[in-house]
């Protein structure tokens, strides 16, 4: 078990990417506290999944881009589960729209939750993992936030800082045993792609070089990497999960 006895916090875990990342880090050895904003009972089915595989399964209801709602969390993840080993952001949201056309509101919303939420979850654990001298962060960015993507400019730029953040937060954080890095997926199989016209997920696949779009499944491996010994020297970087779509 390359997780034994540690614990981990996914935030947005209820389903996608997030889910898969709760289930393979259980599957490594790792107990589990599953964030939600509100899909607790998708999150209850999860850690049902957790608990029948013999871990130890968590569902934390938060808004993650609330710090009040954050330190919650985590207090309760620390009394519930006894330490905090792991924190995978993942949760985030999209408000597409072209610049031009694009509300503050969408702007502000999804910079709200991609990044701040992140950053809110990051500081809220630092203090115990910096007590402990080890812990281990992976930011879930995306391929957008290194080039861009029309429509996006939101969500582009909290991806992008995503990763300026994870850098900065590794150089900080990296004296006491505690690596950062980052996840950035490409097109990946979730609920929203799969709401594509068929010609359109051709369209995608036709620029990746596998000639595929990636599973949950695909991410969460190196997730599941990143968190553990195998991966103790590697800090500050950042994974693109992408099939070779951005080279």
Request: glycine share 10%; with cysteine.
């Amino acid at each position: 078990m390359l997780l034994e006895s540690r614990v981990a916090l996914v935030t947005g875990a209820s389903r996608g990417i997030g889910r898969a990342v709760a289930l393979a880090l259980a599957g490594a050895g790792s107990d589990v506290a599953i964030n939600c904003a509100g899909r607790i009972e998708a999150a209850e089915e999860v850690a049902g999944e957790i608990r029948s595989i013999g871990r130890r399964a968590l569902v934390v209801k938060a808004n993650v881009a609330d710090p009040a709602e954050v330190n919650e969390m985590v207090k309760t993840v620390l009394s519930e589960l006894g330490r905090l080993d792991i924190l995978v952001n993942n949760a985030g949201i999209t408000r597409d729209n072209l610049v031009m056309r694009m509300s503050e509101d969408d702007w502000d919303s999804v910079i709200s939750v991609n990044l701040k939420g992140s950053f809110n979850c990051a500081k809220a654990v630092t203090r115990s993992m910096l007590k402990a001298r080890y812990g281990r962060i992976v930011n879930i960015s995306s391929v957008v936030g290194i080039s861009g993507n029309a429509g996006q400019a939101n969500y582009a730029s909290s991806k992008a800082g995503l990763i300026g953040f994870s850098k900065t937060l590794a150089k900080e954080l990296g004296s006491r045993n505690i690596t950062v890095n980052v996840v950035a997926p490409g097109f990946i199989e979730t609920d929203m792609t799969s709401a594509m016209p068929d010609d359109l997920k051709k369209s995608m696949s036709d620029k990746i070089s596998l000639g595929r779009l990636g599973k949950p499944e695909d991410v969460a491996a190196a997730v599941v990497f990143l968190v553990s010994e195998q991966a103790s020297y590697i800090t500050g970087q950042v994974l693109a999960v992408d099939g070779g779509l951005v080279i």
